[in-house]
């Protein structure tokens, strides 16, 4: 009987170990598809974290390198525009148009009859002044040619033939009345490069006439492209910038620092066929690696700006991350085999004469695993720490306990208090209450002074259960964020700064623009604060009434600063510095409304504003604001057609426009004038 009893037992612990086998098998399969799918997700998200936070500072730096460089032309461009508009200039340049292609005339010698002979005894005075100015400007040659492509005046005695790139220029400013630059060359004196501007004939007075002549300045540039390209301080460790042009379809790097002074740019690099090379991992410009690169095309010019970092510096940090998560995976991976192997084997290498034994061997089991992940939690950097219901702490790990400056054994028994002082811990204990109340895991961010020094930590709190399923504690993860935090706000620092720049390079355009920035600001932002705005609209409006008047920074000059009333073709032209700016600014990433507000504030109630003829409640409100302190702040200013409107008059001239502004609006902003803050404006803007 026994016997028997034996074997029909035997098949069934058999098919029990089998099944218990596979199931195994398929828990551990699942772990590790389960586990590498969470990781490649984590390195892909970390990838493209990388990617755009390097894109972002690229565009960045590409945007303010090429603002240094279209100041510098636009200053040369200046100088020259003040040779060329001399009546001087002018008058002989038009006596020299009616000679058509024949100049020889204007070398005759002294003593020659005739009105020719006239125009070369005018010309050794002219060629003085073209030097002189040549020699104050800080050009190192020049000459003025006429339509026929003939140097009639220059600089220099030994005048050569122009290039074929020269005789291109000349002919794209007759055609297209502008400044055109050059590439950059190679001289004996360093790089060299050329500016042309048109010279018009003297009756010219703004209504469009073709040029008659071509002023075409050369200028040395090695020290001052060397100044913009080199290192930014807001670059990272191994970017680099480059000052890229196409010369005859070939990219040349320009090098001013070697030798040579350019380069040619290898073919693998790829092609530029538009104003912006998109932001992509390609080879780098000398070709000795690979990495991330962005351009932007310089104005009137075949120059571009083209930011690099080198691949291996650039994915440094993301490679560390990738491997601390494979060996996490790795490691996870592991443990859960060693359980899964541990517990098959428990339960079948043992027959029923030695449950007792293997109960024993269980345990022991048991408490290595508990060693084995202590050991692990002992060495994870993060803080853990388990609480019980009352707050006291049951365990922490080393980390915790070494961050703190106490030992393990002395962080068992005390509370919050004790450990981070009364503040913090009735901080804590908010969401410790919420944790308990929802039963559910939560995270917040906190800062915290351990040992004297700022944290900021970000803190995982989740509900300890029993093996009955009550609540007993909670389980607390602190991960540090501080250097995280620490580069946001050196971020949104850099930010500010590049905002205030952009604002201080408004005003320099427009002399009567010169203060109203901060002006605008100020009114605009304590107007906001009186209305009870919320903190996002009051942080919208300070941004927006900074760069409230970018757009302006493309309206012709002749334009902004003419002295009389606009005509409409003029005015029309003015207005376009909404969508300007709308276009300047629509590629920054400012998490708030901005470049609605600046591209909406010049709208009105009526819909008679601009530029999409708004009306009501299509307009957002930091816009509505905006537009009205805007109009106030203009009105109590001088501008080029007249000069600044007292206070009161300013008021009577809003409140006709009930059509055009908030009536509550104007009168919380006539409310504001009678303060403390409202009195101080005032004598502010009556000292000015």
């Known amino acids: ?45 970390e990838e493209a974290g990388l990617n755009d936070r390097l894109e ?70 002219m060629r003085n002044l073209l030097d002189e100015f040549s020699s104050y400007a800080g050009f190192a040659d020049g000459r003025i040619i006429n339509r026929f492509g003939q140097t009639y005046i220059a600089t220099n005695a030994n005048v050569t ?33 050329d500016m042309f501007l048109p010279i018009f004939p003297p009756e010219f007075e703004g209504e469009y006439t073709k040029p008659i002549s071509v002023l075409m300045l050369s200028k040395l540039a090695s020290g001052k492209i060397t100044e913009i390209i080199s290192s930014s301080p807001l670059a990272e460790e191994g970017n680099t910038t480059h000052l890229v042009q196409k010369a005859n379809g070939v990219l040349q790097d320009i090098l001013p620092w070697q030798p040579e002074g350019i380069a040619e ?34 104005p009137n010019t075949d120059w571009w700006v083209i930011e690099e970092i080198d691949y291996d510096i650039a994915r440094a940090e993301l490679n560390s991350t990738i491997r601390t998560t494979l060996i996490i995976e790795v490691l996870t991976i592991g443990a859960f085999t060693l359980v899964i192997f541990l517990f098959w084997w428990l339960l079948v290498s043992q027959d029923n004469k030695k449950i007792a034994e293997n109960f024993r061997e269980l345990a022991m089991t048991i408490k290595e695993q508990k060693m084995f992940l202590d050991s692990i ?49 009735n901080r804590l204990a908010s969401s410790d209450q919420l944790v308990n109340m929802s039963e559910e895991p939560i995270n917040i961010t906190e800062t915290l002074y351990l040992q004297s020094q700022r944290y900021v930590m970000q803190i995982s709190k989740a509900p300890f259960f029993t093996g009955e399923g009550s609540l007993n504690g909670i389980v607390s993860v602190f991960r540090d964020i501080t250097a995280a935090v620490e580069a946001e706000e050196q971020r949104k620092q850099a930010e500010q700064q590049t905002i205030t720049a952009l604002a201080s390079t408004i005003e320099h355009i427009d002399p009567y623009l010169g203060g109203h920035t901060r002006m605008l600001e100020s009114i605009s932002v ?74 909406q504030m010049n709208e009105k109630l009526d819909g008679s504003g601009y530029p999409e003829k708004l009306q009501h409640d299509e307009i957002i409100p930091p816009a509505k604001l905006l537009g009205l302190t805007n109009t106030f702040c203009a009105l109590i200013r001088p501008r080029a057609y007249r000069p600044a409107l ?23 902003l006539e409310r504001l004038l009678n303060t403390r803050f409202g009195e101080d404006f005032i004598e502010e803007v009556k000292a000015i």
């Open 161 to 193: 033939a122009l290039t074929q790139e020269q005789l291109d220029m000349v002919n794209d400013v007759l055609a297209n009345p502008k400044v055109h630059f050059s590439t950059v060359r190679s001289s004996s004196n360093g790089l060299v490069f």
């Open 56 to 125: 972002k500072q690229q565009k960045l730096l590409a945007a303010a390198r090429l603002e240094s460089i279209n100041n510098w032309l636009l200053a040369m461009a200046e100088q020259g525009d003040r040779l060329i508009n001399a009546d001087l200039f002018r008058l002989f340049a038009s006596e020299v148009n009616v000679l058509g292609d024949n100049i020889g005339s204007l070398y005759a010698e002294e003593g020659t009859q005739g009105d020719d002979s006239s125009l070369a005894q005018q010309l050794p005075m």
């Open 1 to 45: 009987m026994p016997t028997k009893t034996n074997d029909y037992e035997l098949p069934v612990t058999q098919d029990k170990r089998s099944r218990l086998k596979w199931f195994g098998i398929a828990v551990l399969s699942a772990i590790v598809v389960i586990s590498a799918t969470l990781c490649f997700i984590h390195i892909k998200n």
């Open 646 to 668: 007292s206070v009161e008059n300013a008021f009577e001239i809003l409140k006709e426009m009930e059509n055009f502004y908030d009536q509550e609006m104007i009168f919380a």
């Open 377 to 425: 939690n002992d060495t994870i950097p993060d803080y853990i720490a388990l609480k019980d219901n009352e707050g006291i702490y049951q365990y922490v790990n080393p980390a915790f306990a070494k961050a703190v400056g106490r030992t393990v054994k002395e962080m068992k028994g005390l509370d919050d208090t004790a450990v981070f002082g009364y503040a913090t811990a």
């Open 265 to 298: 740019v290898a073919p693998s690099f790829g092609k530029i066929d538009a104003d912006i090379l998109p932001f992509s991992l390609r080879k780098n410009l000398s070709q000795t690696a690979k990495g991330y690169s962005y351009g932007i095309k310089v």
């Open 526 to 599: 304590e107007l906001a604060r009186s209305m009870n705005m919320s903190d996002a609209e009051i942080s919208t409006i300070e941004a927006a009434a900074n760069l409230s008047q970018i757009g302006k920074l493309f309206v012709p000059r002749e334009i902004l600063l003419k002295p009389g009333a606009l005509t409409p073709e003029e005015k029309a032209e003015m207005e376009k510095h909404a969508l300007h700016a709308k276009e300047v600014l629509g590629s920054i990433e400012f998490g708030l409304p901005v470049v609605e507000t600046v591209t």
